[in-house]
């Protein structure tokens, strides 16, 4: 029977391929004195990758090398590795590679072979030479006897391959969209400090924004004395560079994966990793974590801000209009006059305060030990100022180590004035503790609102704006006969074939069902994630058959264990006692594998495999809140610390990471504290990931601990971030008081804290914990109090956004940052 059906399926391929025009696939090289048509493949020995004309708009290719495995057709489903002529297509009719019999390789549009559109490899050879395109992905040109005379691995395009080498003089530059190939702004290139970086080159401006510039060579661990510059990737995922740096995937050591490491279009260098039949590309290292961290994002005079609800956008700032709405690399223009300036022009310019907002380079210089007055001052005396960035350090010991690393002598007062004569890769973020202060004239109605308002989003879809080439071809004329022919046996064709295949489906379901039933769970949390992937058996060596216990719940017990690289972690055993655990095992990564923020804990892997579904973390040395909370080790500063950290990893959740996260069990047991007592929220397993634009998401169940959950649970109302924020208002007054929300059972913890706050002027001293040792501020301890109390309101309208809660605690207790 199958025997039967392929034999039937093979006979009309052949019908119909008979009819269309020929396109011939050739093997893996190109014999000299022969050329490729546009109809015309090399596939490697392999067929992992496929070179040839490929289609990239209306009679326009480009000769490309594309991933073969899994197979694709269109610029929406392959990955293009490599382009010859990506900014001078060619066209459909007559263009050829030539491989001719002088050795030399060149690409000529239209059959005009005194046009070489790619320029020729000048490789003329006395020798027989033939062009092979290797499973590596690289297309070499080389004699008979194996002489390399030229490879495209020695000029890449916007991606480097495994075994390729990237040295000094080569750079990968990204496209110009998603969907236009030619050259973009952003460049991998080694600079001539010897150092990896990227490089904004705009239409106006270029700058470095990738390792910080602002940081001397140690401090980013690079090593600027070499003279190789070589970097090099390997198939196992690691990345190694001869200026120190280097990096691993995420799924390290996994082998028969395909993997790239790509300049993208965004300005951000990322390594992407796939199983070879899979369609789908895992992101598994990126070199920039912040979208708004890449410079000429938005353009001058504009500011890049994370929206939530619908990602990166754009927005002039008060007082400039945008000049390109179709492109906002060339960002806004002013719509006032130039500004006055000298030292008495206050009646003629003002300031507006732009806050959490920050313009990265273009200063006149950096002046240290200013205070906010010298600094307005100084702006207002330089013709040139545009604004003024006032950055106030705090803590000596900071300060101290800010000077180190940016080699700005420190002075008796701790800030910095940084007035600016241009105003790019600007962005505003709520974790961004300083202020811009932006200047206009004074008669303007230009207010810090419209810093927020009439925001633009960047163009990310595939509808873009179509720039026709000059040149401009004829369209070959077909046969209308012919035509209706090939599209009656195509569809003649399609309809037996789909007929055929449900019959084999059908043949061979039961097969594939128990196949789907062992197979399809761990498969799944393999492609969904970018975590290592454990093995049961590795993680119980690790544990020594599960040993040391660290710590228990009702998701799951965590046991302390060593890796098989000698790094310690808190590998959690998800409880299957009900149909829960695997929903909260698969809400946990989920969750994490979206997140990127250092007061979040950071998740290594995971094991699933048949029954058995692990967690695998960095491992916290000083445990949980909770058991902290029961000793004397923290005194008022940790506990402020462990409160602004906490408010920060909540406010990431809600309004600055890609999806709206809810973590929905915020309590002292899911805060874990580093060596250096720094908090860690965790434990996603009853976390929800919400569209932004779900305003009323739907809960098949209540979620959270008793005495943490707020009464929209009970009540039955809408369920928003707020919920979170009335859990961290509870967690922070069991911090103050060291009562747990329970033990006062007919009050509650938050109406005993008010009532014992409007009772007299000793209200302090009264709630706050005994284990409490050393010095506090009676006024800071009333200000995080009035705050956790505010969080705790009934009425969620009343509860501030977790973002507001870490601007007032910044804004009043600076001392301790």
């Known amino acids: 029977m199958d025997a039967y059906i392929l034999l039937f ?29 546009v109809n015309d493949i090399l596939v490697s020995p392999g067929g992992v990758f496929s ?51 002088t050795g030399n390789l060149v690409l000529t549009d239209g059959g005009d072979t005194d046009k070489s559109i790619a320029g020729s490899t000048d490789t003329n050879s006395l020798a027989l030479s033939e062009v092979i395109l290797h499973d590596t992905g690289n297309l070499v040109l080389q004699t008979l006897e194996g002489i390399v005379l030229w490879q495209s691995f020695n000029s890449p395009t916007d991606t480097l391959l495994p075994l390729q080498q990237f040295t000094k003089t080569m750079k990968l530059v990204s496209s110009r969209s998603r969907t236009n190939f030619s050259s973009g702004f952003y460049n991998l290139f080694f600079n001539n400090d010897n150092l990896l970086r990227l490089l904004y080159d705009g239409p106006e401006f270029t700058s470095i924004y990738w390792p910080a510039p602002w940081l001397v060579n140690w401090a980013t661990d690079r090593f600027p004395y070499n003279s190789s510059r070589l970097a090099f ?44 039949n899979s369609s789908t ?60 300036c000298g030292n008495n022009v206050t009646d003629q310019v003002r300031f507006i305060k732009l806050s959490h907002v920050n313009f ?108 026709p080439l000059d040149r ?38 039961s097969f594939r069902h128990q196949h789907s039933n062992n197979e399809s769970a761990a498969q799944g949390y393999q492609t969904i994630t970018g975590f290592k992937r454990f093995t049961y058996s590795e993680l119980k060596k690790a544990t020594a058959n599960f040993k040391m216990e660290i710590g228990r719940g009702a998701g799951g017990i965590v046991y302390k264990g060593t890796l098989s690289d000698n790094q310690v ?37 995971y094991c699933a495999e048949k029954k058995h579904r692990l967690l695998v973390y960095k491992y916290m040395k000083h445990g949980s809140l909770s058991e902290n909370l029961s000793s004397t080790t923290l005194d008022w500063q940790k506990r402020f610390q462990i409160a602004i950290g906490t408010a920060r990893a909540l406010a990431y959740l809600h309004e600055e990471c890609l999806e709206w996260v809810l973590h929905c069990d915020v309590k002292p047991e899911n805060i874990l504290l580093d060596s250096k007592y720094q908090p860690k929220v965790s434990d996603f397993g009853l976390s929800k990931l919400l569209n932004r634009e779900d305003k009323n998401p739907s809960f098949s169940r209540m979620r959270g601990t008793r005495g943490y959950m707020a009464p929209e649970w009970v009540l039955k ?27 006062e059972e007919k009050t509650g913890l938050a109406t005993w804290v008010r009532e014992k706050k409007n009772g007299g002027e000793s209200w302090i001293e009264e709630i706050l914990d005994a284990k409490l040792v050393g010095e506090y501020d009676r006024d800071e301890v009333e200000i995080v109090v009035t705050l956790a109390l505010q969080c705790v309101e009934e009425d969620k309208d009343s509860r501030p956004a977790m973002s507001k809660v870490v601007e007032t605690l910044l804004h009043n207790c600076q001392h301790y940052l």
């Open 281 to 340: 590309w895992n992101v598994s290292w990126q070199a920039l974590s912040s979208p708004c961290q890449i410079d000429g994002i938005c353009g001058p005079n504009s500011n890049c801000i994370y929206d939530p609800f619908s990602g990166r956008k754009c927005s002039c700032l008060p007082g400039y209009k945008v000049r390109n709405p179709a492109d906002w690399s060339y960002g806004c223009e002013p719509i006032f006059n130039s500004l006055s």
């Open 472 to 509: 401009k071809y004829p369209l070959t004329n077909q046969n209308e006969k012919l035509q209706l022919l090939l599209w009656f046996a195509t569809i003649l064709g399609v309809v037996e074939i789909i007929g055929i295949l449900l019959v084999w489906c059908f043949l061979n379901s």
């Open 717 to 743: 109302l809408p369920i928003t971030s707020k919920v979170d924020v009335y859990s961290y208002g509870i967690v922070v007054l069991e911090m103050v008081t060291g009562k747990s929300p329970t033990m």
């Open 51 to 101: 070179a040839g004309f490929f289609r990239i708009g209306i009679n326009a290719y480009c000769f490309s090398i594309w991933f073969s495995k899994p197979s694709c057709t269109t610029a929406d489903d392959c990955t293009i590795v490599w382009m010859a002529n990506r900014n001078f297509p060619v066209n459909g009719k007559s263009s050829k590679l030539w491989l001719q019999k």
């Open 360 to 467: 990265y380079g273009y200063d006149y210089a950096v002046y240290p030990g200013y205070t906010f007055e010298m600094c307005q001052k100084l702006c207002l005396s330089l013709c040139n100022c545009k604004g003024f960035l006032f950055r106030y350090i705090g803590d000596y010991s900071l300060w101290n180590l800010f000077s180190v690393m940016t080699n700005i002598k420190p002075t008796a007062i701790p800030t910095l004035c940084y007035p600016k004569f241009l105003l790019l890769n600007g962005y505003r973020s709520p974790g961004y503790d300083d202020d811009f202060y932006l200047k206009v004239p004074k008669t303007s109605p230009f207010s810090d609102k419209e810093h927020v308002s009439g925001l633009i989003g960047l163009n990310c879809s595939d509808e873009e704006i179509v720039r």
């Open 9 to 37: 399926v093979w006979s009309q391929i052949i019908l119909i391929s008979s009819l269309f025009p020929s396109s011939s696939v050739s093997d893996s090289s190109l014999k000299e004195g022969s050329s490729l048509s």
């Open 569 to 605: 972690a808190a590998i959690k055993i998800i409880n299957f006692a009900d149909d829960r655990g695997e929903a909260e095992f698969l809400a946990e990564v989920s969750a994490i594998g979206k997140l990127n923020h250092k007061n979040l804990i950071e998740m290594w892997g």
């Open 233 to 276: 990737l390997d198939v196992l995922g690691k990345f190694t560079s001869s200026d120190n740096f280097s990096f691993i995937a995420a799924d390290y050591g996994v082998k028969h994966y395909q993997r790239r490491l790509t300049i993208d279009f965004d300005g951000n260098l990322r390594m992407y990793s796939r199983e070879e």
